[in-house]
C-alpha cells in the first residue's frame, strides 16, 4: 500500500506551502541586516539541526507506518492479520498455510494508503506548527 505520486505532491503542497504562506506574514526582524555574517568555518547546518532532522524525520516515518499497522493488525474494520503475515504479504498468493482464512486482496486495499497519508499529513503539520 504505497503512496501514490499524486498524494505525495499533496503532502508537499499541504504541509509546505500553507506554513510557508503563513510565515511570509510574520513581521520581519529590523536589526537582521545589522548582524555580523556567519564564519566561513561554521557551517550552514549544525549538528544540533541534523540531529532534529533525523529524530523528526523518523518520528513522523514511525507513525505513519504505525497508523498502517494498527490498520492492518488491530483496527476493527481492517482485515486484522499477524505481523508475519503483514510482513510477507507476498507469499499469501501461494498456497502458504500461514495465510490461511486470509483474503489475499486486502493487501491490494486502498485504505491503508489513506490512513498513511493521513497520518503523514497530520505528522507535518504538526512539525510545521513546531
Do not use: K
Request: proline share 6%; hydrophobic share 50%; charged share 15%.
Amino acid at each position: 500500500a504505497m503512496l501514490l505520486p499524486v498524494q505525495l505532491l499533496w503532502v508537499n503542497l499541504v504541509t509546505d506551502g500553507l506554513p510557508g504562506v503563513a510565515l511570509s506574514f510574520n513581521p520581519t526582524d529590523p536589526r537582521a541586516m545589522q548582524r555580523r555574517p556567519r564564519a566561513r568555518s561554521e557551517g550552514l547546518v549544525s549538528g544540533w539541526l541534523v540531529a532534529r532532522f533525523c529524530l523528526v524525520g523518523a518520528c513522523i516515518g514511525a507513525s505513519t507506518l504505525g497508523a498502517v499497522l494498527w490498520w492492518y493488525c488491530v483496527h476493527d474494520g481492517g482485515p486484522r492479520v499477524s505481523l508475519w503475515q503483514l510482513t510477507h504479504w507476498a507469499a499469501c498468493h501461494g498456497a502458504h498455510a500461514r495465510f490461511q482464512g486470509v483474503d489475499c486482496a486486502v493487501f491490494d486495499n486502498p485504505r491503508p494508503r489513506a490512513v498513511a497519508m493521513t497520518a503523514l499529513v497530520v505528522g507535518e503539520m504538526l512539525n510545521a506548527f513546531n
